[in-house]
C-alpha cells in the first residue's frame, strides 16, 4: 500500500505540475512562451520575454502548484500514513516538477522546475528555505546569472537536507531518512540535467545575463 501511495501522490503532482502558468499567460498575450527567449516556459524565460508582471504571475503560479500539490497528499494520507507523510508529501512536490517539467500534452516541453521546486521547499522543508533564498538573492544580485542561483538553490537544498536530517531537525521518521535523501536528490539532480546548457554557457562565460535581452 505505501508503493500505491507513493505512485498516487506522483501522480497528484504531476496533474497539477502539468497547469503552465507561463504557457497560459503567454497564450493570453497571443504567443506561445517556448517560441520566444530561452524556448521554456518557466517564470524567467515569461520574465525575460513579457516583463516582470507576467514574470511575478508565472513564478507565484509554477511556485503554488506544488505546495498544492503537498497539501493535498498531506490531507488524503496523513491519516493512513503517519510516519511515511513527509516523504509522500515530496513525492508529490517531485510529481509536480514533472508535470511542469514534461507536460504531456505541450510534447513534453515545459519549464525548469526551479520555481516547483522552491514551493516544495517551502511546504516540505521549510528550515531549508532562508540559506536557499539567501543564495539565490546573493548569486543573481552579484553575477546577475539567473540560473547560477537556481543551481545553487538545488545544491544547497539537498546539503541542509542531509545536514538537518542526520541532526535531527526534520520531522522525517528515521527508517524513512535514506528514501527522503535519495527523493531529494533526484530534484537536484533534475534541475542540473534541465540546467545543463546553462552550465555549459556559464563555464564558456557565455550565459545570459538577467536584464540582458537574448
Known amino acids: 500500500m505505501g508503493i500505491a501511495a507513493r ?5 497528484i503532482g504531476y496533474f497539477l505540475g502539468i497547469f503552465q502558468t507561463g504557457y497560459l ?9 517556448r517560441s520566444q527567449g530561452s524556448g521554456n516556459a518557466g517564470a524567467t524565460n515569461t520574465l525575460r520575454v513579457l516583463g516582470y508582471k507576467a514574470g511575478l504571475i508565472t513564478f507565484a503560479g509554477d511556485l503554488l502548484k506544488a505546495i498544492l500539490a503537498v ?21 508529490a512536490g517531485f510529481g509536480a516538477v514533472l508535470g511542469h517539467n514534461f507536460p504531456f500534452f505541450l510534447k513534453f516541453k515545459g519549464g525548469k522546475g526551479i520555481a516547483c521546486t522552491s514551493g516544495m521547499i ?12 539567501a543564495l539565490f538573492i546573493g548569486a543573481v544580485a552579484i553575477t546577475r546569472y539567473v540560473s547560477l542561483g537556481s543551481i545553487l538553490v538545488v545544491i544547497t537544498f539537498l546539503i541542509q537536507v542531509i545536514v538537518f536530517g542526520q541532526l535531527g531537525y526534520l520531522p522525517v521518521d528515521e527508517a524513512c531518512r535514506p528514501e527522503f535523501y535519495a527523493v531529494s536528490a533526484c530534484f537536484t539532480a ?9 552550465i555549459k554557457r556559464l563555464l564558456t562565460g557565455t550565459e545570459n545575463k538577467f536584464g540582458m535581452k537574448k
Open 7 to 11: 505512485i498516487a501522490a506522483v501522480l
Open 25 to 33: 499567460y503567454g497564450k493570453y498575450k497571443g504567443i506561445d512562451i
Open 71 to 91: 497539501v493535498i497528499v498531506h490531507v488524503l494520507f496523513g491519516a493512513y500514513f503517519p510516519q511515511e507523510l513527509h516523504v509522500l508529501k515530496l513525492y
Open 122 to 133: 517551502l511546504a516540505v522543508c521549510p528550515i531549508a528555505a532562508p540559506l536557499c533564498l
Open 190 to 198: 533534475l534541475a542540473l540535467w534541465q540546467h545543463r546548457a546553462n
